[in-house]
């Protein structure tokens, strides 16, 4: 959830400034325009919105075997229950039907004069006619932050329009939850997530009664990429759950002390798997216990930054970057309003212009909740996490081969577009206009084809960022209805929801059923070719999911294995032998002697066939080093080497070699130490 960095936002108030830190009992009744084709309900309640499609869905895959369909990597069906559940007014179902579904906050009522999170976000005094169905006169729409726009028939629009996969994210914040003046629920984040996990299957089964019972309906919760596909090839929607919120599992940092352990780790993965959740992400919008998060720009930032503070007792720290990847700029800009609030005494840090990388990255609890999604074939989001945090999972990805790693929203720093692709993981663009969504496929569209992989894109619907704007029917090359979805299949009109009409030429992209609408914008703004590599969307995140759970970790043949080096740094409290590198144990190294020329040896028992070899170097690191093998022990033979090393987790990966020994042989320290390395691992895969 997040408004992406390219749009700018108006001076707010302090509680503004915090909010917008995150930012059957009835049954339905039978439908006198129900009829036999599969798609159709036998059982719509009546009245309820129009869907405006005709034509059956696309089934089936292609000619090489894949699914076809879009993606959206990035969604918040359940968002109204976030964030003490009256931050977002209106739900995406009901079984007493539509007119209590698309209602507004009671609060909003006569005249929108207490919508505060409106005007907040939306400029002037909030003022607005609350009333949904059946007029809308006044929302759902595209800059409406705090309206419903995932109600379930206009989500059925856009599966009729083309899409297949749709990841609802399962969102909150305790701390908008906190000083949002309306709520009728706890805040605590867990409850929450598990309240709108509960939901999505309730909404599941609402859909499946219209349909004739369990399993017949098109909305599909899937718990693995088999399923999902299985659901896609029959034309229905494979839904994904995810996770976005601040503090999973309690895991909240105060004053830098962590407020969680591993086993609170543990027991929240495995009840988020157990719920069906498989993806998610570790950190958004405060640093926590387990990472450092990307910053957010301006006055926003700064007022992030102070709600960061009042709820941890830490500002945000930032360090000159290690590399090209950068955090969103932070500082100058003043939040007068949210710095107000501070304690006496107690300012929003300046920060150096050439120091804008987040100093908090990947902690150890982060690297243990990291290996924690690989053992339970999970993604990662990386999304919202600092590139030093970012670089660091990466790092553990790559030594492992794991692909499980998702850019759903353009949110992470686009200089790690290739080394997602070349993990195998997915990437998704946000919902930007026509204009700017084609700019930016087009950047990266030769990575797409180097990889052989498709498209996403994450509409972040329900999640307070803003979607887009009309472009006017004046604008060149407007959507004309009716047009016919991507596949061919389905001729879409304006869509209606009791008296209102819908048309992305001069509403924009107001709610989820105007999807189809915004893709046939991009086709005739962008060209067909992103709109292609769209519809390819499905196929690769469906990959990149499948690619997860099939992945098995390598053995590592250098783990208690016999180790020498060139020399062991001497220590009365301590060992740093060789053999602390392949012990199995990271809190334990290997430090040589303060000088250049340095090397470790492992001796793997027998010739083996060698693919690749990890260095998890501690601060002492080298910057030019070489991975050397041998098969007795005497001649070597060098099989990678970097002059570029900064440190951290590497992997070297080269042609299959015979090998009974391994060597790493340091040429140039990037210390004023020697070289440590906390493990090195040898693997044949």
């Given at each position: 959830?997040?408004?992406?960095?390219?749009?700018?936002?108006?001076?707010?108030?302090?509680?503004?400034?915090?909010?917008?830190?995150?930012?059957?009992?009835?049954?339905?009744?039978?439908?006198?325009?129900?009829?036999?084709?599969?798609?159709?309900?036998?059982?719509?309640?009546?009245?309820?919105?129009?869907?405006?499609?005709?034509?059956?869905?696309?089934?089936?895959?292609?000619?090489?075997?894949?699914?076809?369909?879009?993606?959206?990597?990035?969604?918040?069906?359940?968002?109204?229950?976030?964030?003490?559940?009256?931050?977002?007014?209106?739900?995406?179902?009901?079984?007493?039907?539509?007119?209590?579904?698309?209602?507004?906050?009671?609060?909003?009522?006569?005249?929108?004069?207490?919508?505060?999170?409106?005007?907040?976000?939306?400029?002037?005094?909030?003022?607005?006619?609350?009333?949904?169905?059946?007029?809308?006169?006044?929302?759902?729409?595209?800059?409406?932050?705090?309206?419903?726009?995932?109600?379930?028939?206009?989500?059925?629009?856009?599966?009729?329009?083309?899409?297949?996969?749709?990841?609802?994210?399962?969102?909150?914040?305790?701390?908008?939850?906190?000083?949002?003046?309306?709520?009728?629920?706890?805040?605590?984040?867990?409850?929450?997530?598990?309240?709108?996990?509960?939901?999505?299957?309730?909404?599941?089964?609402?859909?499946?009664?219209?349909?004739?019972?369990?399993?017949?309906?098109?909305?599909?919760?899937?718990?693995?990429?088999?399923?999902?596909?299985?659901?896609?090839?029959?034309?229905?929607?494979?839904?994904?759950?995810?996770?976005?919120?601040?503090?999973?599992?309690?895991?909240?940092?105060?004053?830098?002390?962590?407020?969680?352990?591993?086993?609170?780790?543990?027991?929240?993965?495995?009840?988020?798997?157990?719920?069906?959740?498989?993806?998610?992400?570790?950190?958004?919008?405060?640093?926590?216990?387990?990472?450092?998060?990307?910053?957010?720009?301006?006055?926003?930032?700064?007022?992030?930054?102070?709600?960061?503070?009042?709820?941890?007792?830490?500002?945000?720290?930032?360090?000159?970057?290690?590399?090209?990847?950068?955090?969103?700029?932070?500082?100058?800009?003043?939040?007068?309003?949210?710095?107000?609030?501070?304690?006496?005494?107690?300012?929003?840090?300046?920060?150096d212009e050439d120091a804008q990388c987040n100093k908090r990255g990947l902690t150890d609890l982060g690297e243990?909740?990291?290996?924690?999604?690989?053992?339970?074939?999970?993604?990662?989001?990386?999304?919202?996490?600092?590139?030093?945090?970012?670089?660091?999972?990466?790092?553990?990805?790559?030594?492992?081969?794991?692909?499980?790693?998702?850019?759903?929203?353009?949110?992470?720093?686009?200089?790690?577009?290739?080394?997602?692709?070349?993990?195998?993981?997915?990437?998704?663009?946000?919902?930007?206009?026509?204009?700017?969504?084609?700019?930016?496929?087009?950047?990266?569209?030769?990575?797409?084809?180097?990889?052989?992989?498709?498209?996403?894109?994450?509409?972040?619907?329900?999640?307070?960022?803003?979607?887009?704007?009309?472009?006017?029917?004046?604008?060149?090359?407007?959507?004309?209805?009716?047009?016919?979805?991507?596949?061919?299949?389905?001729?879409?009109?304006?869509?209606?929801?009791?008296?209102?009409?819908?048309?992305?030429?001069?509403?924009?992209?107001?709610?989820?059923?105007?999807?189809?609408?915004?893709?046939?914008?991009?086709?005739?703004?962008?060209?067909?070719?992103?709109?292609?590599?769209?519809?390819?969307?499905?196929?690769?995140?469906?990959?990149?999911?499948?690619?997860?759970?099939?992945?098995?970790?390598?053995?590592?043949?250098?783990?208690?294995?016999?180790?020498?080096?060139?020399?062991?740094?001497?220590?009365?409290?301590?060992?740093?032998?060789?053999?602390?590198?392949?012990?199995?144990?990271?809190?334990?190294?290997?430090?040589?002697?303060?000088?250049?020329?340095?090397?470790?040896?492992?001796?793997?028992?027998?010739?083996?066939?060698?693919?690749?070899?990890?260095?998890?170097?501690?601060?002492?690191?080298?910057?030019?080093?070489?991975?050397?093998?041998?098969?007795?022990?005497?001649?070597?033979?060098?099989?990678?080497?970097?002059?570029?090393?900064?440190?951290?987790?590497?992997?070297?990966?080269?042609?299959?070699?015979?090998?009974?020994?391994?060597?790493?042989?340091?040429?140039?320290?990037?210390?004023?130490?020697?070289?440590?390395?906390?493990?090195?691992?040898?693997?044949?895969?």
């Open positions: 959830m997040t408004r992406p960095p390219l749009h700018r936002r108006r001076p707010l108030t302090v509680l503004s400034l915090l909010l917008v830190v995150m930012a059957m009992a009835l049954g339905p009744t039978p439908s006198s325009a129900a009829g036999a084709n599969w798609w159709d309900p036998t059982a719509r309640p009546a009245p309820d919105s129009r869907i405006d499609v005709t034509g059956e869905p696309f089934k089936g895959t292609n000619s090489q075997g894949e699914v076809r369909g879009f993606v959206d990597a990035h969604n918040h069906i359940m968002a109204n229950e976030a964030f003490g559940g009256r931050l977002i007014c209106g739900k995406p179902f009901s079984k007493t039907g539509v007119a209590d579904a698309l209602k507004d906050c009671p609060e909003h009522y006569p005249d929108g004069s207490l919508a505060i999170f409106d005007f907040i976000t939306n400029g002037g005094d909030g003022k607005h006619d609350p009333d949904g169905w059946p007029t809308f006169r006044d929302w759902p729409a595209h800059d409406s932050l705090t309206h419903q726009q995932n109600y379930y028939a206009w989500v059925e629009r856009a599966w009729r329009g083309g899409q297949r996969v749709l990841v609802n994210d399962l969102v909150t914040n305790g701390v908008i939850c906190s000083v949002y003046p309306f709520k009728d629920r706890s805040c605590d984040e867990m409850t929450s997530i598990r309240l709108q996990a509960k939901l999505t299957y309730d909404m599941q089964d609402y859909i499946d009664a219209m349909y004739g019972g369990p399993g017949k309906g098109w909305f599909r919760i899937v718990t693995d990429s088999a399923q999902a596909r299985e659901v896609a090839q029959q034309g229905k929607l494979a839904v994904v759950l995810g996770v976005e919120t601040s503090e999973p599992f309690g895991c909240k940092q105060v004053l830098d002390i962590a407020q969680c352990d591993r086993a609170d780790i543990d027991a929240g993965l495995d009840e988020l798997y157990d719920l069906g959740v498989r993806s998610m992400f570790l950190c958004h919008k405060f640093d926590n216990a387990l990472c450092g998060v990307r910053f957010d720009e301006g006055g926003l930032g700064t007022a992030i930054n102070v709600g960061q503070f009042l709820s941890t007792g830490t500002f945000w720290q930032t360090e000159k970057c290690a590399g090209p990847q950068h955090d969103n700029p932070i500082g100058g800009a003043a939040a007068p309003g949210a710095e107000k609030e501070l304690p006496a005494g107690v300012d929003v840090p300046s920060y243990y909740a990291v290996r924690g999604l690989m053992k339970r074939k999970m993604m990662l989001e990386i999304d919202h996490m600092g590139v030093k945090a970012t670089g660091r999972a990466l790092d553990i990805f790559e030594a492992e081969s794991y692909p499980g790693v998702i850019s759903s929203h353009s949110w992470m720093d686009l200089n790690w577009t290739e080394r997602v692709y070349r993990l195998g993981g997915f990437i998704a663009q946000y919902m930007h206009g026509s204009e700017e969504f084609g700019a930016e496929a087009a950047r990266t569209k030769a990575l797409r084809d180097k990889y052989d992989v498709g498209y996403g894109y994450g509409t972040d619907m329900n999640g307070v960022g803003g979607w887009p704007a009309p472009r006017g029917a004046d604008a060149p090359n407007p959507v004309e209805y009716p047009f016919r979805s991507t596949d061919g299949t389905a001729v879409l009109d304006r869509q209606t929801t009791g008296q209102r009409t819908w048309d992305i030429n001069t509403d924009g992209a107001a709610h989820y059923g105007l999807v189809p609408d915004w893709i046939e914008d991009i086709r005739l703004v962008a060209g067909q070719g992103v709109v292609d590599d769209l519809f390819r969307g499905a196929e690769s995140y469906l990959d990149t999911w499948g690619a997860a759970e099939r992945h098995q970790a390598g053995a590592n043949l250098a783990e208690g294995a016999p180790a020498s080096a060139s020399s062991s740094e001497s220590s009365v409290f301590t060992s740093y032998a060789p053999g602390r590198a392949v012990d199995g144990d990271t809190d334990t190294r290997w430090a040589s002697d303060w000088s250049d020329d340095q090397w470790l040896r492992v001796d793997l028992g027998s010739t083996r066939t060698v693919r690749r070899v990890t260095l998890d170097w501690e601060r002492a690191y080298a910057k030019s080093y070489r991975v050397e093998v041998s098969t007795n022990g005497t001649d070597w033979q060098s099989v990678w080497s970097t002059t570029a090393g900064d440190g951290g987790l590497d992997t070297a990966r080269f042609s299959g070699v015979p090998a009974r020994y391994v060597r790493v042989h340091g040429l140039d320290r990037g210390t004023d130490w020697g070289y440590s390395l906390y493990e090195v691992g040898v693997h044949s895969s």
